[in-house]
DNA sequence: CGAAGGAGCCGTACAAAGTACGAGCCCGCG
DNA sequence: CGCGGGCTCGTACTTTGTACGGCTCCTTCG
């Protein structure tokens, strides 16, 4: 198929639309710079996929084949604690990803997969249909939305955050705003500190949760 | 100040926005749509606002502006349920408005007054300051996780769903992915079906294991 | 009451981005 | 060796954000 050395194909186009966006932001990924990131002529592209929507369709699938799969069978806890760190680690090297699942209605392939092996982890652990649905709506929310939160940080987490708080919590500020300043001051901004340890600690209580619902077998 | 009759401000720009982005999506919100949203040049709008960032991070202070807050003092479990509710009907009101969350690092005076006054509600009720964090992580996450989810589902809650389905659950797709075709079939597809609901139970399990936390006072 | 000044508004124009259209090139097959 | 068609490209049109400078009308002060 591939006539010419270095074929364009829809899966090297979506590679290079993934490294453009991690490389400058999903606002830098445009056509040219697509096409340019390929060595190749902007409208060279539009032959293997129909129009830009397409790319980010297949940006997404991609990111969620990159989130390490359940092995099914496997104790549950450790197997959704497992693939949640993936998830987010892999929202992490992406964060523009987070902002795409809005407004993406049609699941790819690897995403209707991934979520196919999750239910069926769930399923051979002793979940009823209606307990992995409750299950997979908390756990995906909770990342997803931890993903979202940590995409929005100004900072790359445990860089200088002292600068940052410098702006924002001027003597004006921290009088309106005590709660938050306290919390600031006393928590966040202590040496240490890393909001990604709230993504365990939340996770934990969630799956702890699960773990006392009544189940059949486990 | 306003010198002419009906005179653009800042905050009618930022409503108008708010307004197109709900009738037409976020991506009908452009200089130009906005303008005639307002009756106005589009050049006219520079003199409110800076550039097209601005509105959008106004725009996302306003969402904010629009949830609930909770009492500070009464029973945190009550008022945090009560917040979350809010915050989920508000993102629902204006599905575009999780995807600007990801891009928008400089909070507004209306979110900053809505996490004093959740740090304030959780103080109240005797929790650490470290707990209040993990709390306000956990429930944060999970609400902003699932309005993504929420958002990116393709139909309107209850609406016809059957006829998305047929589109997705073909009989290959049916075959590939067996147990994300039982859980559609046997639970999703049933009448009376809300993936909404999945927002109480979560909820319910988060605030439980919070509850559990060694607390000071109640 | 009139002139000055500035605030608010607008028309024009340009750069960047998505993409339609049709021509050229190059490969494998006959 | 020639041909057919898939792949690529150049050009150009539309839409969007926004810089620049002019116009207009209210407000203020003499």
Redesign the pocket.
Known sequence: ?????????RPRVIAAATAVADRDGL?????????SE???????????V????A?LDGVVDAVFSEITLPDVGGDWRTEMRMRAASAREVLRRHPWAVGLLESRAAPGPATLTHHDTVIAAFRAAGFSVRQTAHAMAVIDSFVYGFAVQEASLPFDDSESLDEVADGILDAETAERFPHLTELATVYVLEPGYSFGDEFDLGLDLILDGLDRLPRAAG
């Open positions: 198929m591939a006539r010419r050395r270095d074929a364009l194909t606002t830098a990924l445009t056509m040219r710079s697509l096409a390929l060595g190749v002529a902007p409208m060279a592209v539009y032959h293997h129909p129009n830009k929507e790319i």
